[in-house]
């Protein structure tokens, strides 16, 4: 999908040739599970359009099938309040709801409120203890009964604990049946949530908006969470399916991490497929790594501060997802793959080191501390004396950054977790 949508939009930017970019853009989408019938809607919108004069034909044609791409994938966005408030998670099984409660979770908790998760699934065996393990590796707060089979009666005790945001996760089945449905309304009557919101994995593709109607008719929807978008070709499908039943997208799932959730923003979704850098999400995750620029500016600049900018680089998540939000996501996979291994070498390569080497880099011209270093490591001398040679180069680049007085500029690039030695 990803390659032929960006193949349409070369072709239209370079000679405005409608039949061939239709056909890319076409045969994308319906790899990805979108309704045909939409498909050749856009197809139709493409070929018959009226070119206003003076205005050249590939800039209006490439401006109108960006604009079309956004209004399938659903529109304008709805931001999701980030206020006090009670949520309801509903979903099938195999949907992801659980680890979606958590993430969500996270999500609020980093905007500045308290969130208790709720183990309101008393059906699933493990439900109660993956909730509990997940909420503490996001340190959020908790609540559950052990061995309650009354998911009501959780809810009402749960109630009773203080939070700004209580997040119940309740129980799937394999269909939406009769017993599905009292349960959920049942809860839905005591929580009276604010948000109502139905996870769906991205790989139901079209079914996707069936799920939608169907639940926002028995139980009452406000919102969907499309998840496992990472690993589905049905994606596009689960999207364009929502927005035509009507239930807005808000956010979608798109890895395993706790991090690896987004906001929903159809037009920053089709910006990324087409390899525009997506700067938000990225000085989010550089803000989550807890490395202030100002540590690596002030002084001078040492082993020490080398190896939080590898740090901050790896807490941002695995680099291909990082490469794509700055664009590079045609980066072959062996490349990235080579530098994760070699950000983790680094990171060994430096807990070897003694203090007083990693604030006087210069005393590691001693073949005799490299040998030391690289057997602590589990590393090769060489890989140490290219440790060395990548430090002094992003050194070099940092004096030389100071003497231009461009202060600024390097706060915003440290922030936004561009690391100099990756140039």
Not at 2 to 30: G, W
Not at 86 to 95: A, C, D, N, V
Not at 225 to 244: E, F, H, N, W
Request: one cysteine or more.
């Amino acid at each position: 999908m990803l390659e032929r949508i960006r193949n349409a939009f070369q072709i239209l930017s370079r000679d405005a040739d409608v039949e061939r970019a239709v056909k890319e853009v076409q045969r994308a989408l319906i790899a990805a599970d979108v309704d045909v019938a939409l498909v050749a809607e856009l197809g139709k919108k493409l070929k018959g359009a009226q070119v206003p004069k003076g205005v050249p034909k590939s800039r209006y044609l490439t401006k109108l099938l960006y604009d079309e791409l956004v209004e399938i994938l659903g529109g304008k966005s709805r931001p999701f309040p980030v206020i006090p408030q009670r949520i309801m998670l509903l979903g099938l099984y195999g949907s992801g709801k659980t680890t979606t409660a958590a993430k969500l979770g996270h999500w609020l908790q980093k905007r500045g409120l308290k969130v208790l998760l709720v183990a309101a699934d008393t059906h699933r065996p493990g439900a109660y203890d993956q909730l509990k393990q997940l909420a503490e590796q996001a340190n959020l707060g908790f609540f559950g009964i052990p061995g309650e089979k009354d998911p009501v009666q959780v809810v009402e005790e749960a109630l009773k604990q203080r939070a700004d945001v209580y997040i119940v996760d309740t129980a799937g089945r394999t269909t939406l049946d009769d017993e599905l449905v009292e349960e959920v309304r049942r809860i839905r009557d005591v929580l009276i949530p604010d948000k109502t919101l139905l996870v769906i994995p991205a790989d139901m593709g079209q079914a996707a908006g069936r799920e939608a109607r169907r639940f926002k008719e028995e139980v009452g929807v406000d919102g969907v969470i499309v998840t496992k978008m990472d690993g589905s070709g049905k994606g596009g499908g689960a999207l364009s399916a929502c927005a035509v039943a009507g239930v807005p997208v808000y956010f979608i799932g798109t890895g395993e991490h706790i991090r690896d959730f987004d906001v929903f923003d159809a037009a920053k979704f089709v910006s990324r497929l087409l390899g525009v850098p997506d700067i938000e999400k990225l000085v989010e995750l550089a803000e989550e790594s807890e490395v202030k620029p100002e540590d690596i500016l002030e002084g001078e600049y040492d082993i020490n501060k080398f190896h939080k900018q590898i740090q901050a680089t790896m807490s941002m998540g695995p680099l291909d997802k990082v490469l794509q939000m700055i664009g590079m996501s045609s980066v072959p996979k062996e490349m990235k793959r080579m530098t994760e291994q070699k950000f983790k070498k680094y990171d060994a390569i430096y807990k070897s080191m003694t203090k007083y080497e990693r604030a006087h880099p210069e005393v590691l011209s001693d073949p005799s501390r490299i040998r030391r270093i690289a057997g602590g490591s589990g590393t090769s001398e060489e890989d140490v004396r290219e440790f060395l040679r990548d430090f002094k180069r992003t050194q070099k680049l940092m004096k030389k950054l100071k003497r231009a007085g461009t202060r600024k500029r390097m706060e915003k690039m440290l922030a936004s977790g561009q690391f100099p030695m990756m140039k």
